[in-house]
Structures are given as structure tokens and as C-alpha cells.
């Protein structure tokens, strides 16, 4: 009569979620997770914010995944990974990382993996189904039933094999794509456009919501200013990289944002994950030992279909002296502004002749 409790005391001591056993029965909720941000995008080119492959990434204790989702060239409703513009960083089609992914957690049973996505151009969530669908990760998406009940514990996720949490910070559409949820509705973010100091205002949220009732990501990445003539413009700094994500740097922001929100941060968003103290820092924040970072041969890992298609890599932050918005972003003739603005940056900044602010 008590041969199976016992296999189910078994199963539960013996278990391992996202790290440690520690995990498995808190919610999902309850767990900090660290995010790289732009993931995809990768060194060695200028703009880069990563210096190695998404399976890498995972390997190495990364469950947070960023997302850029632009419209092929070919097929504006085929989702390509790119940089704002895929002329500039193509990091080829959605469905071929989805599928990098899905085989990861295939193999690590007893991992969970959140992606978030950012929708600069306002894809369908339809959309994103067929990209999705197109891969083999649909049997691991994660659907939450009913907002207003508490999120699941880790353990419950495993069992269930639904280990892939889906954010999508516009367009969400749950009644066709249930899986897909709004992210600002569920989590808000701390500000991102940070050059020598970080903060944790209230960024971007739901409107009339309340953010302690809210998950939160906090970003931690600094970004290089400079100057050509009068155009300013913001790039990813990996030179800040060892200062940034050093313990102290991390620990203070991440004391300061949970004084203000009563609780810690849920995903911490960084660049360079592999420099510095940012694994370490979310394994004890989570009451966990941090894993070592795996060997690394090559920043395209086998089976990731990552493209650079030019040596041009801008991120979607680079400013060109405010004077091309989000709102008009997407017409031809900013698009054909952004790309000779930021070629001709590109080469003043590789000469002498730039000006570096920070």
C-alpha cells in the first residue's frame, strides 16, 4: 500500500528542473530566468549582442530567448530573424531556430524555455502558428488556460511536456493562437535604452495594470553612443561587457528593482552573456548551484541554420538623431535612409575619424 507514494517520493527527490531539484515545485512564476538579448544576433559583426550560438546559449543555462520578427523578402508572411531590416542581419528563417530549440528540449527533458518575442512589424499571431507549425516545437508550447489563475509549478510543466513559454509583445491574439500570450498583459520590462546607468522604472506595461500584480524583466545592457557630424547613434558594447554583468553591477540593479516591485525580477535581460557574472548571478538568485559554460568551437553550433547575409549588423536601438520613428520606420524611403545612414556610419566608425561619447 505504500509502494507507490514511495515511487512518487522517488520521482520527485530524484527530479532536476531548470537546474536543481530545488525548482520543481515553484511556480513558474516564483523562478528568475536569464534572457539574452537579441539572441540570434551574433559577433563578429558590428551591432552583434552575443557572442555565441542560441544551442550554446541553452547549453549553457540561458532559458530566456529574444526574438526579432521581420518579414521575409521573399514571403512578407514567412518570419525571418533580423535586425530591424534583413539587409542588414538576416539570421535566416524563424521555423529553422524554432527547430534548434525544439531539439534541445527534446533532449533535456527537464528544462523550460521562454521566448519573447518583439514585433517591430506587427506580424499576425497567425503568422507566428505557421512558423511554429512549420517546425517540429509545437508539442512543447505551454497554453495558459485561464489568466487569472496561478501559473503551474515546474514539475507540472514537465509532466506535461509543455516546457515553451510564448510572450509576443504586439499582436497577440489568444482566441486563435491561445499558446501566443501578450506579453505586457503578463510581464513588463525595465527601460532598454540604457548608456552608462540602468533604473528600474516601469517601462513598458499593459495599460491600467498594476506591475507588482506582474512578472518583470529587468534589462541590463548598456549601449556605446557616438557621433558622426550631427547623427548620434547607439550601439551594443561589448567592451562595457566585464563591468556590466559583473556581480556588483547586476546585484545592484537587481536590489534596486526588487526593493521597488516587492519581489525579484522574473527574466534578466543581458548582452555578452558568456563575460561577466550573469549565469552565476540567476543560479543564486534561484537558490541553485551555476553550471560551468560549455566549450565552444564555433559561434554557429551544428544544425543551426544561422545566415549573416552582409558584414552590416545594426540593432533595432541604433538612434539616427531621433528623426526616423517607429512610426514611419517601415515605409521605403526610411528604410533606404537607415541603410545609407548606417553605411556610411559604419565605415566612419572602423576610421580614426569617430567620435566616441561613452
Not at 509532466?159 to 498583459?185: G, I, K
Not at 555578452?272 to 543564486?284: K, N, P, Q, R, T
Request: aromatic share 10%.
Amino acid at each position: 500500500m505504500y509502494f507507490l507514494p514511495f515511487i512518487f517520493l522517488i520521482h520527485h527527490v530524484m527530479s532536476e528542473c531548470n537546474g536543481g531539484p530545488e525548482l520543481c515545485q515553484k511556480p513558474y512564476s516564483d523562478i528568475t530566468y536569464l534572457v539574452t538579448h537579441d539572441s540570434y544576433a551574433l559577433t563578429p559583426r558590428l551591432g552583434a549582442t552575443q557572442d555565441y550560438s542560441i544551442l550554446d546559449q541553452l547549453n549553457d543555462g540561458v532559458r530566456g530567448i529574444k526574438l526579432s520578427a521581420v518579414p521575409s523578402s521573399s514571403d512578407p508572411n514567412i518570419i525571418q530573424l533580423c535586425h530591424t531590416i534583413c539587409g542588414m542581419l538576416d539570421a535566416g528563417p524563424a521555423t529553422d531556430t524554432l527547430n534548434v530549440i525544439s531539439g534541445w528540449l527534446k533532449e533535456n527533458p527537464k528544462e523550460i524555455v521562454t521566448i519573447m518575442w518583439n514585433n517591430l512589424y506587427n506580424m499576425k499571431a497567425t503568422q507566428f502558428a505557421s512558423a511554429y507549425e512549420a517546425s517540429d516545437i509545437m508539442p512543447f508550447v505551454y497554453t495558459r488556460q485561464n489568466l487569472s489563475d496561478a501559473w503551474p509549478n515546474l514539475q507540472t510543466m514537465i509532466d506535461a511536456n509543455q516546457r515553451l513559454v510564448n510572450f509576443v509583445d504586439a499582436e497577440a491574439d489568444v482566441t486563435q493562437v491561445p499558446w501566443l500570450m501578450d506579453q505586457f498583459s503578463q510581464v513588463f520590462e525595465t527601460p532598454y535604452e540604457n548608456i552608462d546607468t540602468f533604473n528600474c522604472e516601469v517601462d513598458r506595461i499593459g495599460q491600467d495594470l498594476n506591475p507588482k500584480d506582474l512578472m518583470y524583466v529587468v534589462n541590463h545592457f548598456l549601449y556605446a553612443s557616438f557621433e558622426v557630424g550631427a547623427t548620434k547613434i547607439e550601439m551594443p558594447s561589448k567592451a562595457k561587457a566585464n563591468v556590466t554583468n559583473a556581480h556588483v553591477s547586476l546585484a545592484d540593479h537587481i536590489q534596486n528593482c526588487t526593493s521597488q516591485f516587492e519581489k525579484k525580477p522574473n527574466f534578466i535581460e543581458v548582452d555578452f552573456y558568456s563575460i561577466g557574472d550573469s549565469l552565476s548571478m540567476v543560479a543564486e538568485l534561484n537558490g541553485v548551484s551555476a553550471q560551468q559554460l560549455t566549450s565552444k568551437q564555433d559561434t554557429k553550433s551544428e544544425g543551426m541554420a544561422i545566415i549573416h547575409k552582409t558584414s552590416l549588423s545594426p540593432t533595432e536601438h541604433i538612434m539616427i538623431d531621433n528623426t526616423v520613428s517607429m512610426g514611419n520606420l517601415l515605409t521605403p524611403k526610411s528604410l533606404f535612409y537607415i541603410a545609407s545612414m548606417l553605411t556610411s556610419v559604419l565605415v566612419t566608425y572602423l576610421s580614426s575619424g569617430n567620435k566616441i561619447l561613452s
